[in-house]
Each structure stands twice: as structure tokens, then as C-alpha cells.
């Protein structure tokens, strides 16, 4: 039971290219989240899924997209990247279905774009 | 709006000390409290989690409570390992199907000093 896993751990980008980050999960888990975590700012919602085919904006959406085909898969892409994407990506799930309810979250992956 | 604030947001002691995390939040109206731990440069670990209808949850040398009422939530921890040291971060989620969103605190450094 691997739980969440992100790929990639880190990436350089520069400013303009795309690039999808990968979130994969395999508890069965209905909802998952996109969050990044800036220092001074804390951990802020990006998009969120609340099952296959459904998802919806957070906090801090723009300059990404979502997409989710899969229970097991949640990508985050970064259409044109900007330095202000510099950031750590943290993916989470959870399940309403049985206990415990809490989130579980990836190991994150750690962009810098120059 | 919610909003989450841990104090102090670091603190050091010596090993063996038993210690208290402090987390408020302005909106009483909860689905779930969860504490996370943080170690640099890595994802979060969830420690506890407490349903709004819990008044506590206990996992080995870790008490957290709930007050819902006022607003506070306080994570004890019994006789401090060096290993403890890292970021704990408090996190509440609203109730209701359209509030994914996890708000998070900007966490409290613990530093446990041998």
C-alpha cells in the first residue's frame, strides 16, 4: 500500500515551459487535492477532485489545470510556468467512505522555475 | 473566513520535557481538526485527527484535544525525544461537500535538544 505518490521529487523549469505533475494514489480514495506550500504563506488549495470526472478550483488556481479520468490519478499542469510557481506541490487524498477520515498527503515535489 | 494561528511558531527544550502546541481558529463551525508533522525538506505526516463531535484522540506519547467552542485545539506531547524535532502544523476542514479546502496554521519549529 503505497499510499499517495508524486513524481517528479524535484524539477527546474524555465519560464514559459509546461510541464504535469503526478499524483497517484491507491486507497480507492473519492477526493483529492492540489496544495502549495510557500514560506510565510503556509499550504494553500489549488484545485481539488471530489471523484472521476469532477473537479473545481481552490484558493490559488490560476496558471494550472486539472484533470481527473481516474479514481487513482489526480495531474497538476502548469500551462506557461512563471517564476512565481516556484513552489512545493503537495498532493492529498482522503475518503469519506470509511475511517479515518483525515487527509493523506504526498511527499511532495519541490519546482523551481527560472 | 477561517482562520488558523499556532503560537508559538518555534520553540526549543530540552529532552524528556513535556510539551503543549497551542492552534485556534476563528470559525467554530468544523467538520475535522488534523495535526501534521513536517520534517525539512519532506511531506506531511498525519499524526491525529479529531472529528468536530471528539473532544480528543490519543496515539502514544501524542494527546490532542478539541474545544470547539473557543476555538482552540492544543497537541501535548509526553517526555520529548530529539526525534520530535520538526514542524507541526494544525489544519481544519469546514463541514459540507463544496468546502474541500484544508486551512492550514503556519505551524509551530519544535526544536528537542539532548
Known amino acids: 500500500n503505497a499510499g499517495v505518490t508524486q513524481t517528479p521529487k524535484f524539477q527546474v523549469l524555465k519560464t514559459g515551459q509546461s510541464m504535469t505533475l503526478q499524483c497517484a494514489q491507491d486507497?480507492?480514495?473519492?477526493?483529492m487535492s492540489w496544495y502549495r506550500q510557500d514560506p510565510g504563506m503556509g499550504l494553500r488549495l489549488i484545485h481539488y477532485?471530489?471523484?472521476?470526472?469532477?473537479?473545481d478550483q481552490g484558493e490559488v488556481p490560476n496558471g494550472y489545470n486539472v484533470s481527473r479520468s481516474t479514481t487513482e490519478d489526480f495531474p497538476l499542469r502548469l500551462l506557461s510556468a512563471a517564476p512565481s510557481q516556484t513552489s512545493v506541490y503537495f498532493c492529498?487524498?482522503?475518503?469519506?467512505?470509511?475511517?479515518?477520515?483525515?487527509?493523506?498527503f504526498g511527499s511532495g515535489t519541490r519546482l523551481t522555475v527560472v | 473566513k477561517q482562520e488558523v494561528t499556532q503560537i508559538p511558531a518555534a520553540l526549543s527544550v530540552p529532552e524528556g520535557e513535556n510539551l503543549v502546541l497551542n492552534c485556534s481558529f476563528t470559525?467554530?463551525?468544523?467538520?475535522?481538526l488534523q495535526w501534521f508533522r513536517q520534517d525539512p525538506g519532506k511531506g506531511l505526516t498525519s499524526l491525529l485527527l479529531?472529528?468536530?463531535?471528539?473532544r480528543e484522540q490519543t496515539s502514544g506519547r501524542l494527546n490532542a484535544s478539541l474545544d470547539k467552542s473557543s476555538g482552540r485545539s492544543t497537541l501535548y506531547i509526553a517526555a520529548s525525544q530529539p526525534g520530535d524535532s520538526a514542524t507541526y502544523l494544525c489544519?481544519?476542514?469546514?463541514?459540507?461537500?463544496?468546502?474541500?479546502?484544508?486551512?492550514f496554521g503556519k505551524g509551530t519549529k519544535l526544536t528537542v535538544n539532548p
Open positions: 492529498a487524498s482522503r475518503t469519506e467512505r470509511r475511517g479515518p477520515y483525515g487527509y493523506t
Open positions: 486507497m480507492n480514495h473519492e477526493y
Open positions: 477532485s471530489v471523484g472521476a470526472g469532477i473537479t
Open positions: 470559525d467554530s463551525a468544523i467538520y475535522n
Open positions: 479529531i472529528q468536530s463531535s471528539q
Open positions: 489544519a481544519v476542514k469546514a463541514p459540507g461537500g463544496g468546502s474541500e479546502k484544508l486551512v
